[in-house]
């Protein structure tokens, strides 16, 4: 009796090893056809990148050098005249430790990045040799925040960053624990090619202090006018539409 059931305990274990055998087979090959299928799909969005991909010519490239001038712009030894599309004139100066300087309408930005400028556009040379179109430019990075802080002033200090990126920070009056006068701070991160605003981040003690109210800017928010017409407002200001979920008017990325 005993060797019965230990022969019948050893024939269910065999036959349980035996049918495991397919299983952990089947979920092998669907590990490998899963990773088999991200890599094809790795390669697709590589390529869709490669095609996708600005092209620029060398001698578009925006540089401040004796005897060199690009076409469309007005040079000299110390300063780049360009017109870009939208009626904007941008002037480029050479700045301190490598920095280039941008001025459009009276506001600044610098850069480190390498600048092209075609068919009245600017485009800058990214991280990974990544080429985008520059859309948005400093007059209307000033407006923008102006507007999502109701701010009278910005005193914003631009740099576009290697990642295609705008990086600021400004600050507005507040008062904390409702009654000690301070500035609040805020960092502020702006995509140079959509306009979206990525990142508002203020100091850390903000929730402590109450800002003090500023006169509404009337008009300064296309989220205000009659429904319908947002996408219309924004393009009077040089944008190609309204977003209602992010509150803001933005560029179509073309990439």
């Known amino acids: 009796m005993k060797k019965l059931l230990i022969f019948l305990a050893l024939g269910i274990l065999l036959t349980s090893f035996t049918l495991a055998i397919p299983i952990t087979g089947s979920i092998a090959t669907d590990k490998f056809q899963g990773n088999a299928g991200n890599s094809e799909a790795s390669a697709q969005t590589q390529n869709i990148g490669e095609n996708s991909q600005i092209q620029v010519q060398e001698k578009n490239r925006l540089r401040i ?3 060199e001038c690009q076409e469309g712009c007005t040079c000299t030894s110390s300063s780049i005249k360009c017109q870009l599309q939208n009626g904007r004139e941008m002037t480029i100066t050479a700045g301190k430790s490598g920095n280039t300087i941008i001025q459009i309408k009276g506001e600044e930005m610098k850069t480190q990045v390498q600048l092209y400028k075609e068919e009245n556009k600017l485009y800058g040379q990214f991280k990974n040799n990544k080429t985008k ?14 507007e ?4 009278k002033n910005c005193s914003c200090e631009l740099k576009l960053d290697e990642d295609g990126n705008y990086q600021t920070q400004t600050e507005r009056e507040a008062k904390f624990l409702g009654f000690i006068p301070v500035k609040k701070k805020f960092k502020i991160e702006i995509d140079a090619t959509t306009g979206e605003t990525k990142k ?9 202090a109450k800002d003090i109210d500023e006169e509404i800017i009337v008009g300064a928010s296309c989220g205000t006018v009659t429904p319908g017409q947002n996408d219309a407002c924004c393009q009077t200001k040089s944008y190609d539409k309204w977003d ?3 509150g803001e008017c933005l560029f179509s990325n073309s990439e």
């Open 244 to 246: 209602s979920e992010k």
């Open 200 to 208: 508002i981040k203020n100091s850390w003690w903000g929730f402590l």
């Open 65 to 67: 050098r004796e005897g």
């Open 133 to 146: 179109e520059i859309k948005m430019m400093p007059d209307q990075i000033r407006e923008k925040i102006q």
């Open 148 to 151: 999502r802080l109701q701010l």
